[in-house]
């Protein structure tokens, strides 16, 4: 049986309305060995949810953003079932006072995702999912649409730090879309596509913890994802991963083949 996405969903939203709130635009950051930026909000979060989910489910295994990675790479060789944390995804926007981040939890078993939370502490907005089940945010239903627009009047959001020269030369002297736009948190992203807010998505790279959550969310919700190469995003790996995603069906074959013409 899985532990009750209720109790997770009420213990998340406690854990970062405590933690990550009151620190936003009141805390320094440091940066980490990657250059990534690191706040105390970040460090709190992960220990307050690290300890949530030992006590109430202490067989299951426990990866987090903020582990070294050999103690990752461990965990994902040797555990059946884990919890996946990104305590709070966009941190840089977090110390730059800009009010776009989120937390996000997963619990991968047998080398799938099988239950998802997103949470938006400033918006008060809670994404869950569960396989088979659906997606949904605060209790609404989600459920991707088709727009009947061309690729050409799309919005976009596009993170252009990770993907390769000729792709970034042809999207910004001949871009596809209407117009672009980049949020900086991977996690608000999937989640906002799973909701209909933007039509074409695009990063060169996302890390474990930034897309576990936001695969079954938005895959739930009758999206579509997939990496530059057409493969299937998530991977229950420490290697990261290309990300293409459209909540419309005609859009993603579009914007795909675009993307695939131009790498």
């Known amino acids: 049986m899985l532990p009750d996405l209720q109790t997770l969903a009420q213990a998340l939203r406690d854990i970062a309305r405590e933690e990550i709130l009151p620190r936003f635009e009141r805390v320094g950051y440091s ?3 990657d250059g990534s930026v690191l706040t105390e ?11 949530f989910l030992h006590e109430h489910w202490p067989d299951i ?3 987090s953003e ?18 996946c944390l990104d305590p709070l995804d966009g941190t840089s926007n977090f110390a730059a006072g800009i009010p776009l981040f989120a937390s996000s939890l997963a619990l991968i ?6 239950l998802a939370l997103s949470y938006d ?24 649409q088709s727009t009947g627009f061309k690729l050409r009047n799309a919005v976009a959001v596009v993170d252009f730090k990770r993907l390769g020269d000729e792709l970034k030369c042809a999207l910004m002297k001949h871009p596809p879309y209407g117009s672009q736009r980049n949020i900086g948190s991977c996690v608000l992203e999937w989640a906002w596509m799973a909701a209909n807010r933007g039509q ?15 695969t079954l969310i ?28 459209s909540p419309d069906p005609e859009l993603f074959a579009a914007w795909l083949h675009y993307l695939q013409e131009h790498s």
């Open 66 to 83: 903020e582990m070294e990675r050999e103690e990752q790479e461990r965990l994902l060789r040797e555990s059946d079932a884990l919890w």
């Open 218 to 245: 938005l895959s739930e919700a009758g999206g579509h994802a997939c990496t530059l190469q057409g493969e299937p995003v998530f991977k229950a790996a420490m290697e990261t991963r290309s990300v293409v995603v």
């Open 31 to 33: 940066l980490k060995q």
């Open 109 to 114: 078993r047998q080398g799938e995702v099988v």
């Open 41 to 51: 909000a970040d460090l709190a979060t992960d220990r307050r949810v690290r300890a």
């Open 200 to 214: 074409l998505y695009l990063h060169g790279g996302m890390k474990l913890w930034d897309l576990a959550a936001g």
């Open 61 to 63: 295994a426990f990866l």
């Open 121 to 144: 502490p400033l918006r008060d907005e809670m994404f869950t999912a569960q396989r088979g089940q659906g997606a949904w945010l605060n209790g609404r239903r989600l459920q991707c």
